[in-house]
């Protein structure tokens, strides 16, 4: 059973010792906790373990008590902290049960990306349309301006449920909006690139880094020129492709990235490299070699040993939501015969790579 609980304490402030209340959520007090006794009672929480006492119960428990309770997040995803709120009771302005999210810009003045924030705020909006997310909404506190707050607003079917699974729910969809805002704000600027995302834990993040710069030289023996850029951003790895020869390489370079990564996880196809003398080849396989020592060496991989041809593949590091916005065609199969990868078809719809027709590709030309 819930109980909330208003408390006072003095607080020495120029000498003189003023009251103010705070809040006791199941007994666990939060002393720093902002209350405010109006008409609709609200208050903003620090306490860890007096946000999780409150938020395990549901909208219709807290609705008795509080009508507004609001949190700071603070999430791998996003620079600045996620202003949280949650509201249990229905005002003039507010519905209820609904969680708000606004996404804060704090530090305008060091704002370096190459698009406005309105951008970002014209692009998160778009998203939550485009892409029918029906649950959520695109919530502006001022409707002149997104620099006052911006974000999404959720009303949950039933007041009855927990609010904590909510908002945990609610984080991961706004993660995945937040990452195809970005990716449509990186393609607008530069369409003529490959744009891929990694997360990389942290133990293997170099190894498998140096193993995507290779990937140039790669392609140079394949026979496409291309230059590549290598970024580590907030909480993941950016991989920029982008070729020389202009757009027309760049389903070619779709296909050989997917290529690339599933090497190091793929026994099959180091057994036929051994069979190949040219250095192009020879090369290679050093690099799925090392990569491979590096990863098995990780403390990380030792202790998912059962998993270990999986952790190999560096396809599973991949952002999986960006593959799935990428613009492939629905015949895949066609489409490697189109870019001159050889490939085999078997029954069913998976393609199967033939590895020894890529090796005879590999080919190094000493002027390159």
């Not at 969680?99 to 998203?127: G, H």
């Amino acid at each position: 059973m819930l109980t909330v609980e208003i408390k006072q304490h003095s607080i020495a402030n120029y000498q003189k010792n003023r009251r103010e209340q705070y809040i006791s959520i199941n007994g666990i007090d939060d002393k720093n906790a902002h209350y405010s006794a109006t008409v609709f009672p609200a208050v903003h929480l620090y306490e860890p373990t007096a946000i999780a006492a409150l938020l395990d119960a549901s909208f219709t428990a807290i609705a008795p008590f509080l009508h507004r309770v609001s949190i700071h997040k603070t999430v791998s995803w996003w620079e600045d902290q996620l202003d949280i709120a949650i509201y249990c009771n229905t005002t003039y302005d507010d519905d209820a049960p609904q969680i708000r999210i606004n996404l804060n810009i704090q530090n305008w003045e060091y704002w370096n990306k190459p698009w406005s924030m309105l951008d970002v705020a014209t692009t998160f909006s778009n998203c939550i349309t485009e892409n029918h997310y029906n649950t959520v909404e695109y919530w502006q506190a001022d409707e002149d301006s997104m620099l006052n707050g911006f974000g999404l607003t959720y009303q949950p079917p039933n007041p009855d449920v927990a609010v904590y699974p909510e908002i945990d729910k609610l984080l991961a969809l706004l993660e995945n909006i937040m990452e195809q805002t970005n990716y449509y704000l990186l393609a607008a600027i530069d369409n003529h690139a490959l744009i891929s995302y990694f997360r990389f834990p942290e133990n293997i993040k170099t190894a498998c880094k140096q193993y995507l710069i290779y990937f140039s030289r790669f392609l140079t023996d394949m026979g496409i020129s291309v230059h590549t850029e290598i970024k580590d951003e907030i909480y993941q790895t950016l991989f920029k492709v982008i070729p020389q020869q202009g757009n027309d390489d760049l389903d070619k370079i779709k296909e050989a990235l997917d290529l690339y990564l599933s090497l190091p996880g793929n026994s099959s196809f180091l057994a036929q490299a051994a069979h190949y003398h040219d250095p192009a080849v020879k090369d290679l396989e050093d690099n799925i070699r090392y990569l491979q020592r590096q990863l098995t060496a990780s403390e990380f991989l030792l202790r998912l040993q059962e998993d270990k041809i999986e952790m190999l593949n560096l396809l599973n590091y991949q952002n999986k939501l960006l593959r799935e916005i990428d613009q492939y065609p629905q015949d895949r199969e066609t489409m490697m015969w189109q870019a001159g990868f050889p490939g085999k078809k078997q029954e069913g719809s998976s393609l199967h790579i033939d590895f020894g027709g890529v090796l005879r590709l590999l080919k190094r030309k000493f002027n390159q």
